[in-house]
């Protein structure tokens, strides 16, 4: 909360909006509390306190917020803050509370903390435990860093539960001056049913895939073999180790094309359930991200026409 008092606390403009005036804004609204400060008053002391603001913004209910925020986001695009055709990114958050909290979820989880006893030093140790809140889902714009729109649910909720939505929304919020053309997702968000349904919409995809699906053996082995529709290379510097025993290391990563992988059977309407013996949902389009041509790391992409 300690941003929120230097962006909109003790700005002049933005509190004027909101009904205060010059003086609220240097002095505070009110006295209460200054007889009891031990440090020096600031220069500008805001026309709240943030403890006072953030107990009445978990008030809200997380419909609300919802709204509230995506109004915002339809303002910005209103004024064209962002570029006519956007490449957005798609993430969740987990925002944890007590148990407490009204309407929140639970979730079982595996951590890893300092192990005690007859360990190795920095030994960690995996234990399980209950986290309780929230899970945002986000859209973000590549460019800018600004979220599209968000959708709040429970934190037990499954990541691509609510891909849809919040896409649908951010289109939505976008359409006076923007139109989403592409949207990289987390593995988490890795299911055919509904990357298909964003297919069909016209948007461009990338997601990484799991290192033990067939698609991923099938996409390297043709990688490796087949003739390349498309190849880039490119070397980076990636710090390793830490402390004293760190060390630079340039690492050549190559990127390539890989046409026509039909391995990808649970791509359709109906995703994994469906019974996908004979494909006739079209050709994927694979790039492969390998370091040194022998790489773990694996990309699907889905580009229309292909």
Known sequence: MEPVWELLLTDELLMGLCGFNAYQVNNGSCERGTKLRKTPMPEVRGVLCVDTLAKQIVKITPRRLENFFNHCIQRLAKARVFPKYIHAACDTTLYETTDQYEGCGSVLRERKVKARGYRKSGELKAVKVML??????????????IP??????TIEK???????????????????????????EDRAFLDGKSLYAIDQQGIEFVIPLKSNMGATRD????????????????EVTVRQGYGK????????????????LLSCDWFNPEGSEANTVIIGYGVIRFFWSRPDLVGTDSALHKRGGY
């Open 148 to 153: 599209l729109a968000i959708k709040i649910d």
């Open 132 to 145: 309780y809140g929230w899970k945002i889902w986000a859209i973000y714009e590549i460019q800018t860093g």
């Open 219 to 234: 996409a390297r082995v043709l990688a490796l073999e087949a003739p390349c529709s498309m190849e880039s290379t490119r």
């Open 158 to 184: 499954p990541d691509n539960q609510h891909i849809l939505a919040v896409l649908e929304q951010a289109k939505e919020n976008v359409k006076q001056s923007s139109v989403i053309r592409s949207l990289v």
């Open 245 to 260: 025993k760190k060390f630079d290391e340039k690492v050549l990563t190559t990127l390539v094309g890989v046409p026509g």
